[in-house]
T-cell receptor
Framework: DAKTTQPPSMDCAEGRAANLPCNHS???????VYWYRQIHSQGPQYIIH?????ETNEMASLIITEDRKSSTLILPHATLRDTAVYYC????????????WGLGTSLAVNP | GAGVSQSPSNKVTEKGKDVELRCDPI?????LYWYRQSLGQGLEFLIY????????KSGLPSDRFSAERTGGSVSTLTIQRTQQEDSAVYLC?????????????FGEGSRLTVL
């Protein structure tokens, strides 16, 4: 299973876009990129996932590079409630039905 | 409610005692997962149930840990003879399909403190 690498922490001003990077240089062709976030003292929350194409939903956008070795989660207008730890995970439904979690990026949205 | 429900939300126990943690998944979800999260750490996989298949127990840290899922719904995680290193938040998650999705729905967790 591909390992993902994320910066341990980031800051963002309220109202600005938050761009959270993830490196997954060893990702295989059938592994999806999933993003979750965990607000303090809560269970993780699914945000978005993708395989090759960029994806957008009501929470965020996911940009995956053409070589699939990295991706960026974009929160277009960060609010204070977006302060959380963000996890990027490579998931292979065929071989590994359990998500392997790293330490994520702790995002602080500042007023 | 419609989400994953876990109980108790907090449990304080003495070293050597047994504890049971309960998870009530979202109705109709066939896959159920247990994870634990120590302070400041990422999630550590414990066990995975999928329908009537044999569970994937590969993440259980010792034979003091066991889990059941009755009737394909409610699950109980049991820790026997608790140790201080068992202190953590135990998270349960469920998913709606046969495990081919990585979209999991998590409960709020059960915080276990072993004195």
């Amino acid at each position: 299973d591909a390992k993902t690498t994320q910066p341990p922490s980031m800051d963002c001003a309220e109202g600005r876009a938050a761009n959270l990077p993830c490196n997954h240089s060893t990702i295989s062709g059938n592994e999806y990129v999933y993003w979750y976030r965990q607000i303090h003292s809560q269970g993780p929350q699914y945000i978005i996932h993708g395989l090759k194409n960029n994806e957008t939903n009501e929470m965020a956008s996911l940009i995956i590079t053409e070589d699939r070795k990295s991706s960026t989660l974009i929160l277009p207008h960060a609010t204070l409630r977006d302060t959380a730890v963000y996890y990027c995970i490579a998931f292979n439904a065929g071989n590994n039905r359990k998500l392997i979690w790293g330490l994520g990026t702790s995002l602080a949205v500042n007023p | 409610g419609a989400g994953v429900s876990q109980s108790p939300s907090n449990k304080v126990t003495e070293k050597g005692k047994d504890v049971e943690l309960r998870c009530d998944p979202i109705s109709g979800h066939t896959a159920l997962y247990w994870y634990r999260q120590s302070l400041g750490q990422g999630l550590e996989f414990l066990i995975y149930f999928q329908g009537n298949s044999a569970p994937d127990k590969s993440g259980l840290p010792s034979d003091r840990f066991s889990a059941e899922r009755t009737g394909g719904s409610v699950s109980t995680l049991t820790i026997q003879r608790t140790q201080q290193e068992d202190s953590a938040v135990y998270l349960c998650a469920s998913s709606r399909t046969s495990g081919s999705t990585g979209e999991l729905f998590f409960g709020e967790g059960s915080r276990l403190t072993v004195l």
